[in-house]
């Protein structure tokens, strides 16, 4: 069964700062992972995504993400918060042949002036 | 290219009555998958259909029902609805499904149950 878990449920940053949105994940295959980006009253919009290429994956926007084997980890980074980077942010796990995506409870992120 | 479309995005229904949503894929998907998000469950799995056959479905009462048509496009309907299925509906699309490809998702549909 593949799961991901959020050890945040909320991050404030200060605009100009570094952000990191952690994730651990479980799985019993090799997963794909992804990191999906939900503005207020939009529709949830793909970051980045891990699918056992190059274990440190960049994104839009200036985000980039390191998958951890060894520690389960999927963190989600970007090295200077910009105010447009408030948003909410899900992890999120697909594997095998299920045919769908688990997320994570989210991490609303706050970016301060 | 345009995007994923759903519609409505808006509606206001009272308890036991049933509704039906739309879902319009990017041209060219095969896959649709549905989702629901409500503040206390977060976002889960209601099913997902690949040319017009349902491939894996979450652990959503009967009342939760779905088909995709030939032109790739899907509905999903709830029945008797209970005020609990006040959410956000979301939909998504890809080329083969989840894995394999990007999910792009649709703007969604809010349902509010009165």
């Known amino acids: 069964a593949q799961s991901v878990t959020q050890l945040d449920s909320h991050v404030s940053v200060s605009e100009g700062t570094p952000v990191l949105l952690r994730c651990n994940y479980s799985s019993s295959y090799s997963p794909s992972l992804f990191w999906y980006v939900q503005h207020p009253n939009k529709g949830l919009q793909l970051l980045l995504k891990?699918?056992?290429?190059?274990?440190l994956v960049k994104g839009i926007n200036g985000f980039e993400a390191e998958f951890k084997k060894s520690e389960t980890s999927f963190h989600l980074t970007k090295p200077s918060a910009h105010m447009s980077d408030a948003a909410e942010y899900f992890c999120v796990v697909s594997e095998g042949n299920d045919y769908k995506l688990s997320f994570g409870a989210g991490t609303t992120v706050t970016v301060r002036a | 290219k345009a995007g994923v479309t759903q519609t409505p995005r808006y509606l206001i229904k009272t308890r036991g009555q049933q509704v039906t949503l739309s879902c319009s894929p990017i041209s060219g998907h095969r896959s649709v998958s549905w989702y629901q998000q409500t503040p206390g469950q977060g976002l889960q799995f209601l099913f997902e259909y690949f040319s017009e056959t349902q491939r894996n479905k979450g652990n959503f009462p009967g009342r939760f029902s779905g088909r995709q048509f030939s032109n790739s496009r899907s509905e999903m309907n709830v029945s008797t609805l209970e005020l609990g299925d006040s959410a956000l509906y979301l939909c998504?699309?890809?080329?083969?499904?989840?894995?394999?490809?990007?999910?792009?998702f649709g703007p969604g549909t809010r349902l509010t149950v009165l």
């Open positions: 998504a699309s890809s080329l083969r499904g989840a894995q394999a490809d990007t999910q792009y």
């Open positions: 891990y699918t056992s290429a190059a274990t």
